[in-house]
C-alpha cells in the first residue's frame, strides 16, 4: 500500500507543477512531510526511493 502511495506520489511531482513547486519552496522537513502527508501521501524514504528507482 506505501510502495504504491510513493509511485502515486513521483507521478503527482512529475505531472503537477503546482504540487511539485509547492513541496519544493517548504524549506523545512518536518513541514515538507506534514504537508505531503496531508495531500494523502504516506510512505518511508526507502518506499520512496525504490518508487523513484522503479520509475526511472
Known sequence: M???QAK???EKLKHDKTFRETVIIIED???KLEYINQE???F???ELDVAVSSIL
Do not use: K
Request: net charge negative; aromatic share 14%; charged share 20%.
Open 2 to 4: 506505501c510502495q504504491e
Open 8 to 10: 502515486a506520489f513521483v
Open 29 to 31: 522537513v518536518e513541514a
Open 40 to 42: 494523502g501521501y504516506i
Open 44 to 46: 518511508t524514504s526507502d
